[in-house]
């Protein structure tokens, strides 16, 4: 099976801007997860999708929101950028989320100018 | 809430020496414990999980972890550590259908 893909692999942004990151979880798995990971608060959860419904939410700002479509595929947006959201952005999908552990694609490294 | 320790910010280590990696969590009644692995630029390799049953959980590459419950740790080990495994290793909780929480990683530095 193909792992999970994360697509752009780079990026890089002005501030105020907004920017989109997508991710094709496992062929089957139903729960999409995003993390953001910075050298300084290390692995932060941002949000949980399953069947298209948000089923967790980290401790983010509005301004950080996602999405999941009917093929389990996920979005994440994150509007008016700071230099703060600099950071590698991962997605990691799972068969149903309760339990099963989450396989993670490469990642997103999102650079804030 | 849930909390994850990783006891060690870094462990040098010499090649073919074992190791030890030392993780903490919180206690819940039905706990999901995981050890990832993390190469420069890439994202995280699931290492080993455990979900219940025999508390010594073998994984990839050699590893292993034992559940213990009264003690609440969940410490990762190589009898053998290569040169490849030089890498940052996170031990990951999940208590039921809570969001996966992550420890703070542990720089493994395997020198020659």
């Known amino acids: 099976k193909a792992g999970v893909t994360q697509t752009p692999r780079y990026l890089i942004k002005t501030r105020g801007q907004q920017v989109t990151l997508s991710c094709s979880p496992i062929?089957?798995?139903?729960?999409v997860s995003w993390y953001q990971q910075t050298p300084g608060q290390g692995l932060q959860f941002l949000f949980e999708?399953?069947?298209?419904?948000?089923?967790n939410k980290g401790n983010f700002p509005g301004r950080f929101s996602g999405r999941q479509f009917s093929n389990s595929r996920s979005e994440m947006n994150v509007s008016t950028l700071e230099l703060g959201d600099s950071a590698l952005y991962l997605c990691?999908?799972?068969?149903?989320?309760?339990?099963?552990?989450?396989?993670f694609g490469p990642g997103t490294r999102l650079t804030v100018t | 809430a849930q909390s994850v320790t990783q006891l060690d910010s870094q462990v040098p280590v010499f090649e073919e020496a074992p190791v030890e990696l030392r993780c903490n969590y919180s206690?819940?009644?039905?706990?999901?414990l995981f050890w990832y692995v993390q190469y420069p630029n890439q994202g995280l390799q699931l290492l080993l999980k455990?979900?219940?049953?025999?508390?010594l959980v073998k994984g990839i590459n050699g590893f292993e972890a034992e559940f213990n419950k009264s003690q609440t740790s969940f410490h990762l080990r190589k009898p053998s550590v290569h040169i490849s495994d030089t890498a940052e290793y996170f031990c990951?909780?999940?208590?039921?259908?809570?969001?996966?929480?992550f420890g703070s990683g542990t720089r493994l530095q395997v020198q020659p």
């Open positions: 990691a999908s799972s068969l149903s989320g309760q339990g099963y552990e989450q396989y």
């Open positions: 062929s089957g798995h139903r729960s």
């Open positions: 999708y399953f069947s298209e419904t948000q089923r």
């Open positions: 206690s819940s009644v039905s706990v999901y």
């Open positions: 455990y979900l219940s049953g025999s508390t």
């Open positions: 990951a909780q999940r208590a039921g259908r809570r969001a996966l929480t």
